[in-house]
């Protein structure tokens, strides 16, 4: 009998995929370069001698951030997993199944915003549906795919990724759980901080996306594979990454950048932030001797980043050094971002 269980909010656990989802994908097609796989986030399909990167997410929208901040959040979700691809971001398919008590000026400003991204970053929307139905609820108010397009020696992936490559970790852990939380609670921030610390945690908002992280990354042919650090953050995204390339990892947790008020705000609500959800935060496997030019790269535009580790055989296994001592890394399964969340709602 089977007695695993489904959790009870966020991302389904791989277990669950590598029993029911994966084993049936419908038919087999040879153009199909990269399928559905654990810490991928885009499949890649090749049309003649171009390849696509796509990925499809839901679109999110929380009336509580205000509705333009809401649909930028909106977008780079979507825009950032084929980013990763190394692919350059071109086209965006988008669904908008709305709820009935949403207005027309809300939609207009939703939509200028997604219109305004687009254009900053080169985006045409194709196609789409849009209408207002019974039923539908935010923060889910529909779903969108993203196509990235370019060569073969432009796509990045767990098969180009070596032994002795470098580990690149951009803006720290829980970015998105900070980002989020300072925006939905604002309240609950200043009482536990006060205003000044409500602020700071607030604009790191805007640092939820790897749009900009993967133009820099993509310059540089050693970077071999990115991972925008999403459920489960920093140590799901290693796994996951580990586990769809088939190689080990060692990283120095204490190597690993913690902003300020990140490290404040997982104190004060109790969560471990290397285990929240962070969109935003890149994770990026490249050459050694490309790792500190890359680092360079971004500090020249006020990305911060480090050199947290490196790829090893898989018989050495995934292994975290902190404080001189070395455990095995493990997937959390469990995002507290989710429970967090809730629990603060309740007032």
Partial sequence: MNTEKLPDLGKIHPDFFDRVIYPRLGVADKNIVIGPRHGVDY?????????????????????????????WFGFHIILCDVAVSGLVPKYLTIDLNLPPEMTEPELEIMWDTVHKEASKYGISVITGHTARYTGCNYPMVGGATAIAVGSKKDLRGPHRVKIGDKIVITKGPAVETTGLLAVSFPDKFIT??????????E????????????????????????????????????????????????????????????????????????????????????????????????????????????????????????????????????????????????G
């Fill in 43 to 71: 499949g890649v399909l090749k049309v003649g001698g171009q390849y696509l990167a796509m990925s499809t997410d839901p679109f999110f929208i929380v009336p509580a951030y205000g509705f333009a901040r809401a649909a």
């Fill in 192 to 201: 536990a901080g006060g205003h000044g610390f409500q602020k700071e945690a």
């Fill in 203 to 346: 604009d790191i908002f805007f640092q939820m996306s790897v749009m900009d992280d993967c133009a820099i990354a993509r310059d540089f042919p050693g970077v071999h594979v990115m991972h925008d650090a999403t459920e489960c953050g920093i140590w799901g995204g290693l796994y996951e990454m580990a586990r769809a390339g088939d190689y080990g990892l060692r990283v120095e947790e204490e190597l690993i950048p913690v902003q300020p008020v990140i490290k404040r705000t997982a104190e004060l609500f109790n969560f471990d932030p290397f285990c929240a959800i962070s969109e935003g935060t890149l994770i990026v496997m490249v050459d050694k001797d490309e790792a500190g030019k890359l680092v360079d790269a971004f500090s020249e535009k006020k990305i911060l980043s480090r050199v947290v580790g490196e790829v090893v055989s898989k018989k050495q296994g995934l292994k975290v050094i902190s404080g001189g001592k070395e455990r095995g890394l493990e997937h959390p399964k469990v995002d507290p971002y989710w429970s967090l969340a809730a629990e603060l709602a309740k």
